[in-house]
């Protein structure tokens, strides 16, 4: 039973993409992809189907239609071929003569502009995941950028906290300190009114001075 544990590298992703593709462009099928990968990482089938369903198949939607689409264009490349056959043998002429034999050059020829499409799709599937690998770069470092970008606003927003509890802190002080001037003034005030008070106490109470017969008399103020 073949079974590893360690992670997958992006070689192994890489060479499982480019496997499938390659079977499924073939007429083979996925399962057969997946024992080749299996033997040549030592894992096991389903584990290499897994990590191609969950993770991989994502990245290579656009090569995998690709690959249908050239299955489909041999297999009617495929099917075209016999009709020429059997149309050249239903006519004992062409059999006989040799004129004919250049006749049978026909599906040879009909399938040569399929096998130069095929080429050509070939070399966008590279490109493609030539351009995909350095998108995942792109992707790499945007993310970072990202990441980057939310530690510094995490330190403004505990630099906001700070400064709004600081601001509040001062409010506190501020009040405190607008009573106490109130009480201040409101103690000055009685004072004021107490100093008012006994003077005119003072003003209000007679003086008297002895004359030369020794009697008291109320002195005018």
């Known amino acids: 039973m073949k079974v590893r544990q360690d992670a997958w590298s992006h070689e192994d ?8 593709l390659r079977h499924v462009r073939e007429g083979s099928t996925q399962l057969k992809a997946f024992d ?9 089938s389903a584990a290499v189907g897994f990590r191609w369903n969950a993770i991989v198949r994502d990245r290579y ?11 489909k264009e041999m297999k009617r490349a495929e099917r075209r071929q016999p009709e020429y056959t059997k149309n050249d043998m239903h006519t004992p002429l062409q059999q006989e003569q040799p004129i ?3 006749v049978l050059k026909t599906p040879i020829n009909t399938t040569e502009p399929t096998q130069t499409k095929k080429e050509l799709t070939m070399r966008d599937v590279i490109t493609f995941l030539s351009n995909l690998e350095q998108s995942a770069s792109s992707t790499n470092k945007l993310r970072t950028n990202l990441e980057k970008l939310e530690s510094e606003n995490q330190l403004l927003r505990e630099e906001n906290t700070l400064l709004n509890q600081r601001i509040k802190t001062l409010e506190n002080e501020q009040q405190v300190m607008k009573e106490d001037y109130q009480s201040l003034i409101q103690i000055m005030d009685r004072a004021r009114r107490m100093v008012v008070l006994n003077d ?3 003003q209000n109470v007679p003086t008297f001075k002895m004359d030369k017969n020794g009697n008291l008399e109320k002195v005018a103020r």
Request: charged share 40%; proline share 3%.
């Open 36 to 44: 080749e990968v299996g033997d040549r990482l030592s894992r096991t």
């Open 100 to 102: 004919a034999k250049p």
């Open 61 to 71: 939607e656009q090569a995998l239609k690709l690959a249908k689409k050239q299955r």
């Open 200 to 202: 005119n106490e003072d």
């Open 13 to 20: 992703d890489l060479m499982l993409a480019e496997t499938v």
